[in-house]
C-alpha cells in the first residue's frame, strides 16, 4: 500500500465558481445589454445566481446528464448557464444563433435538448421551430420585454424562475468524467456533428488557456471575448477569465466596429478575442475615427489566417499586439498560441502547439511528414481535451485515424521550431495542371493588398488544367484593378497561381461562426452567379 498520496480532487467546473467567490469576490463582469446600457455585477453575487440556477433547474424537471440549450449572445445570463447547467450535473449545448431553421432543428433534435434558454431579441429565429422540436419540454426566455407575450410553448421567465429560487443548493457534478457541454461544428461540409466535452477535458483545457505559452490571463486583465459563446465555448476564455478573475467584458450583440472600438477605449480592455473578420472591420473602422486602444496587450484572432499585412497594419499603425491562436470545435477550443518575437512574418503563422497537445503531419498514403517548414501534409492531433469520436457517431474513419488521432482537414506545414502555417484545408486545395494552389496564401496576399477589403479563393473546373483558382473580392473603395493585382501576387507567386479571373462582390458570404463560407461560393458559381 502507497503511503502519503495526495486525497483525490475530482476536475469538475464548481471549483471555478468556488475559487472566483473566495478570492476575487469584488472583481466584476460587465455586460451591454441590447438597448446600449451596461449591467455589472461582482463574482460574488455571480456565485449566488449560478447556485441559484441549480434549484431552477431542478425546479424545471433537469436531471443529471440532460441537455439543456442555450440561443444567446455572449452576456452575463449566458456565463451564469456556462457555470450551473455543469454545476447542476446537466450539460450545456449552446446553440449557434447564425445556423439556418433546418439546421436548428437538426442540432436540437440530434442533442435531444430537454430545455432551451434563449434571448428574448433572438425570438424570431427560433419561433418558427418550436412547435416541431422533438425532445423540448421548456422554453425560458431572458433579456425580453415583461409586457410583451412570449409566442413559444410552455415558456417562462428567467428572472421570475431566479426570483423564485433559493441560493442554496448543493452541487451535482462530482464525477469529472460526467459530460459538461456540447458543441456542434459549423456544418460547413454538411450537417453539423456533435462534439461533447467532460468536465476533465475543460478543466485540463482551463489549464491549457491560463498557461503563459497560450493566452495566460490573470486576475489583472480586462478580457472582452467578443468570440460568440456558442463558438467552441468562447475558446475556454469565461471558464480561465472565472479561475483566475479577471474582469469579463460581455459586448452582447453590440459586435459592429464602433461599439466594439467604444467598449475597448471606455474598459481599458487588455485582452480580446475574435475571428479576423471582425478584427479586419475594427482596424478600418479605427483608421477612419481613432480610439485609444492602448490598453489592448494581446489581440488574439482565431478561426480562420489573419492575413500577414493585417497583423503589419495593426501593428506598425496602431502599435496591437496581435496573437495568432488555432483551435477546432472537435480540439476543444484552443490549441496553439503564438506571442513571438515581432517579426510579422512569423506571427503571421497559426502558432505553436502548447504543453497537453501533441501533433503529426501525414501523406496521403498515411505516412507521417517531416517538420521542416515546407512538406506540407494534412494535420493530425491528440491530446488530454482533443475530442475522440463525435457525439452519437462512434465508427467515423473519415475523421479519427485507425490509432486515434483526431484527423483536422487543415493542410499544414511545421517547422523544426514547431510552428505551424495553415496552407488550406484539404477540401479547398486548388490542384491545377497536377500541382497545388493554396487558396489560403492568395486570399491572405489579396488581402494585404491597399484596395481589397476582403478575398475568397475557389477553385472551379478547367478543361486543360483541370482546376484554377477564381478569386471573389470585397474592394475597399467599390473597384480593384486586376492588373495591378496579378502584378502584386506575382511578387510572391508563380505565375501558374494567378487567379483565372476575379469577381469583385460587396460582401464575402459568411459562416455561422463569422469565416467565409466557401460553400456558398461555390453554389453561387454552380448557379452562374460568378
Known amino acids: 500500500m502507497l503511503h502519503g498520496l495526495m486525497m483525490d480532487y475530482p476536475l469538475t467546473l464548481n471549483t471555478i465558481v468556488e475559487h472566483a467567490k473566495r478570492m476575487t469576490p469584488l472583481k466584476t463582469i460587465k455586460t451591454k445589454l441590447p438597448d446600449g446600457s451596461w449591467h455589472e455585477y461582482s463574482y460574488a453575487d455571480f456565485y449566488r445566481r449560478v447556485k ?24 452575463y445570463q449566458h456565463l451564469e448557464f456556462y457555470f450551473g447547467i455543469p454545476g447542476a450535473g446537466a450539460v450545456i449545448h449552446t446553440l449557434n444563433i447564425r445556423l439556418s431553421q433546418e439546421q436548428l432543428k437538426f442540432i436540437i433534435d440530434h442533442a435531444e435538448d430537454k430545455v432551451i434558454f434563449v434571448e428574448g431579441s433572438l425570438l424570431p429565429l427560433l419561433q418558427p421551430i418550436a412547435a416541431q422540436l422533438e425532445s423540448v ?25 431566479m426570483a423564485a429560487a433559493s441560493d442554496d443548493y448543493d452541487w451535482r457534478c462530482s464525477d469529472e468524467n460526467m459530460a459538461l457541454g456540447l458543441c456542434y461544428t459549423s456544418g460547413t461540409t454538411g ?67 464602433e461599439p466594439l472600438a467604444q467598449m475597448i477605449e471606455s474598459e481599458r480592455v487588455t485582452i480580446a478575442a475574435g475571428v479576423p473578420t471582425i478584427w479586419n472591420g475594427l482596424y478600418h ?11 489592448i496587450t494581446q489581440l488574439v484572432v482565431g478561426g480562420s489566417a489573419m492575413p500577414r499585412g493585417l497583423i503589419e497594419a495593426y501593428e506598425r499603425d496602431l502599435d496591437v499586439n496581435v496573437v495568432h491562436a488555432w483551435g477546432m ?36 498514403d498515411g505516412q507521417e511528414l517531416p517538420w521542416d517548414g ?46 505551424m502555417t495553415i496552407t488550406d484545408r484539404s477540401k479547398d486545395l486548388v490542384k491545377s495542371g497536377g500541382e497545388w494552389i493554396s487558396s489560403v496564401d492568395l486570399e491572405n496576399m489579396l488581402m494585404s493588398h491597399p484596395d481589397v477589403r476582403e478575398a475568397a479563393v475557389i477553385a472551379i473546373p478547367d478543361e486543360t488544367w483541370g482546376e484554377r483558382p477564381l478569386a471573389v473580392l470585397a474592394p475597399l473603395d467599390g473597384v480593384c484593378d486586376e492588373a495591378a493585382l496579378n502584378d502584386w501576387l506575382m511578387e510572391h507567386f508563380p505565375k501558374f497561381w494567378l487567379p483565372e479571373r476575379y469577381v469583385s462582390v460587396a460582401d464575402i458570404p459568411k459562416t455561422g461562426v463569422g469565416k467565409m463560407d466557401k460553400k456558398v461560393l461555390r453554389q453561387w458559381y454552380a448557379d452562374g452567379e460568378l
Open 191 to 257: 450537417m453539423p456533428k456533435g462534439v461533447l466535452y467532460s468536465h476533465r477535458s475543460m478543466m485540463l483545457h482551463t489549464f491549457g488557456v491560463l498557461q503563459a505559452a497560450a493566452l495566460g490571463p490573470t486576475e489583472a486583465d480586462v478580457v472582452l471575448p467578443v468570440v460568440p459563446q456558442f463558438h467552441a465555448m468562447a475558446w475556454g476564455l469565461p471558464y480561465a477569465c472565472a479561475w483566475v478573475g479577471s474582469t469579463i467584458i460581455m459586448p452582447g450583440p453590440h459586435l459592429q466596429p
Open 52 to 75: 441559484r440556477l441549480g434549484n431552477v433547474l431542478e425546479s424545471l424537471g433537469v436531471e443529471c446528464g440532460d441537455r439543456v440549450a442555450t440561443f444567446a449572445w455572449n452576456n
Open 374 to 419: 515546407e512538406t506540407m501534409g494534412e494535420l493530425q492531433v491528440r491530446g488530454y481535451w482533443v475530442a475522440g469520436q463525435y457525439f452519437k457517431l462512434e465508427d467515423d474513419p473519415d475523421h479519427f485515424s485507425a490509432d486515434g488521432w483526431f484527423r483536422t482537414g487543415d493542410v499544414v506545414t511545421i517547422d523544426a521550431n514547431g510552428y
Open 285 to 295: 473602422q479605427l483608421r477612419q475615427h481613432p480610439h485609444d486602444i492602448s490598453s
Open 329 to 364: 470545435t472537435e480540439l476543444s477550443p484552443m490549441h496553439g498560441a503564438l506571442d513571438a518575437d515581432g517579426r510579422w512574418d512569423i506571427k503571421a503563422k497559426q502558432g505553436y502547439f502548447v504543453p497537453g497537445v501533441d501533433a503529426r503531419i501525414v501523406g496521403e
Open 137 to 161: 419540454e421548456r422554453f425560458v426566455v431572458f433579456n425580453h420585454d415583461a409586457s410583451q407575450h412570449i409566442d413559444l410553448p410552455n415558456a417562462s421567465r428567467y428572472e421570475e424562475l
